[in-house]
């Protein structure tokens, strides 16, 4: 029989899933006001997912004229799935969009701040680096930190690198997660955050039944057979998760922070 690697490869990882599956954050949105804090910092970490998500397109995939087959047939079908879902979505009324778009529609309805986010776009718009237009967003350092990680995977150009950053540090942990923010949060603000969890509970479906598995597969596909690609799968996948930890740690910090005296 053949040795699963996967199965290998998730045995290494749960400790690290786990501590961040753990994480007291979860715990410490006690307040709209706490989960304004936290969509204002994750609302990065959702912007940053598509430029992994499209790197492994442009990779994996011919975006390029004149086209030609490029790659595992399987594997492309496998990435353009995943984009026509994260990047063309419906939102609750039926109407295509981005988890990106949907994300700030759901920070407007709770009254979190979207100006950062917004300022990260025009500043990109403009043709800003991406530490650039972090500087310009006045993106929290912790923000800065967690993008800086995912853009390092990205610009190392190894594709299953990147599909192990991609699979193990979001499309695999998330859905457990955001269960920990959609069990609480509807029962305590009834009407106030639709958008919200109605964005939640799409990723945990769109994840955990379809995202995660096929994500797994398209790392079989890039690893082979080759230890040294599981060896760093295994570390990028590490590092995806201790840079979240890390996000996590700072959201909250912020929100323990003493209020400002006048």
């Known amino acids: 029989m053949a040795q699963d690697f996967i ?13 961040l599956v753990d994480h007291s954050l979860y715990y410490s949105i006690r307040s709209l006001d ?12 959702v912007w940053d997912f598509m430029s992994l998500l499209k790197a492994l397109q442009r990779d994996l995939t011919c975006t ?13 079908r496998l990435i353009n799935e995943i984009v026509l879902e994260e990047e063309t979505d419906v939102d609750p009324e039926g109407r295509p969009t981005s988890h990106f778009e949907l994300y700030l529609r759901a920070m407007r309805e709770c009254g979190a701040d979207t100006a950062p986010a917004e300022r990260l776009l025009a500043a990109l718009g403009e043709g800003a680096s991406v530490p650039a237009a972090l500087a310009a967003a006045q993106a929290p350092a912790a923000v800065q930190e967690f993008v800086k990680q995912t853009f390092a995977v990205i610009a190392a150009g190894q594709p299953h690198a990147v599909a192990a950053a991609f699979t193990f540090g979001r499309e695999d942990v998330i859905p457990d997660m955001f269960r920990h923010l959609v069990t609480d949060l ?33 790392v079989r596909d890039l690893c082979g057979a080759d230890p040294a690609r599981w060896q760093q799968a295994a570390e990028v996948a590490q590092q995806g998760m201790a840079a979240r930890v890390l996000l996590w740690d700072g959201i909250q910090a912020a929100l323990t922070q003493e209020p400002a005296t006048a």
Do not use: C, S
């Open 7 to 19: 199965k290998d490869l998730q045995v290494e990882l749960q400790p690290a899933r786990q501590q």
């Open 186 to 218: 509807g029962r305590r603000f009834p009407g106030q955050l639709d958008t919200f969890i109605y964005y939640l509970n799409r990723h945990i479906e769109l994840d955990e039944e379809t995202h995660a598995p096929l994500a797994q597969q398209m």
């Open 64 to 76: 390029t004229l004149p086209w030609v087959p490029t790659g595992n047939p399987a594997t492309r």
């Open 34 to 45: 706490d989960l304004r804090v936290f969509m204002e910092y994750h609302v990065f970490a």
